[in-house]
């Protein structure tokens, strides 16, 4: 499959941000500030409405609805609150920043993992190690490298890939980054992900990544098959939206991490005693 244009991607991205900001955004304003056709553009909208960035409306598109998170039987000190679109893709394009070209990524399960792949497409040489068949499919049109698909043992309805195959991929490989959605550290640093059939996997790959990248998402809390995968200490890096960030800044800086980015949307924390600091 041909992969996309860096032209077309950006244009798309933009288009998912202007609706996300706007809400609501009609085809002939995004013609006049893109300077392509209606036709692009209704052709760009669909892709966008299919891959859950937006839903169309007549004569243009309007922002999906806010992901909230359902109630938790894990204690948190995180009130629930939406996590939006606007957030999710700038986290993305914040965990692409810590990636070079020619490195190798496992990319973990998730939705706003998946956003990170369309930004991947500058990346050179990239290999993308994934298990969640639905990245596959994105990755087959943005990226420039190698996909490796981990597993041989299908987890439904989710669409996740298990089993001695996913071991070996991640025995056999160098991994430079491992980027997991994981929940809210709890008091002693637990890190946690809502797929406990991929537990000790996701461990393997802790354990074998030169750099660990992990997004804070409070809906990784919302199912009772939560396990743990490892403790905030092995993490170089963690991205956060502000919400959460305001609730665990004091936390993070205790256990010795710093602000390396801000948007003042989105924060990028780096541990000082992995990094060097």
């Not at 032209?7 to 288009?15: P, S």
Request: hydrophobic residues 40%; aromatic residues 6%; contains cysteine.
């Amino acid at each position: 499959m041909p992969r996309k244009s860096s032209n077309l991607l950006k244009r798309r991205l933009k288009i998912a941000e202007l609706v996300g900001r706007q809400g609501e955004i009609k085809v002939d304003d995004l013609s006049a500030l893109l300077g392509v056709t209606g036709v692009t553009i209704r052709g760009d909208l669909n892709y966008l409405e299919q891959q859950g960035y937006l839903k169309r409306s007549f004569g243009g598109a309007i922002a999906t609805p806010a992901v909230s998170a359902l109630p938790s039987k894990y204690e948190s000190s995180v009130s629930v609150q939406p996590v939006d679109l606007l957030h999710k893709l700038e986290i993305a394009r914040q965990c692409t920043r810590l990636i070079s070209d020619e490195e190798t990524v496992f990319l973990g399960q998730g939705e706003t993992c998946r956003r990170i792949i369309p930004f991947l497409c500058e990346k050179k040489k990239l290999r993308l190690i994934v298990n969640d068949l639905q990245h596959v499919l994105l990755a087959e049109q943005y990226l420039h490298g190698k996909i490796i698909v981990a597993g041989d043992e299908v987890i439904r309805p989710e669409s996740l890939l298990t089993g001695q195959a996913f071991d070996d991929v991640i025995q056999r490989s160098t991994i430079d980054h491992c980027i997991l959605e994981v929940s809210p550290p709890g008091a002693n640093g637990g890190l946690m992900i809502n797929q406990s059939l991929l537990a000790s996997s996701y461990q393997r790959c802790f354990d074998k990544a030169a750099n660990i990248i992990s997004i804070f998402d409070p809906v990784c809390e919302i199912s009772g098959t939560a396990s743990m995968i490892g403790n905030i200490c092995q993490v170089k890096n963690l991205v956060t939206c502000r919400f959460i960030n305001e609730q665990y800044q004091q936390f993070l800086s205790e256990v010795g991490f710093n602000i390396c980015y801000s948007n003042n949307e989105c924060f990028t924390w780096s541990n000082r005693n992995l990094s060097g600091e």
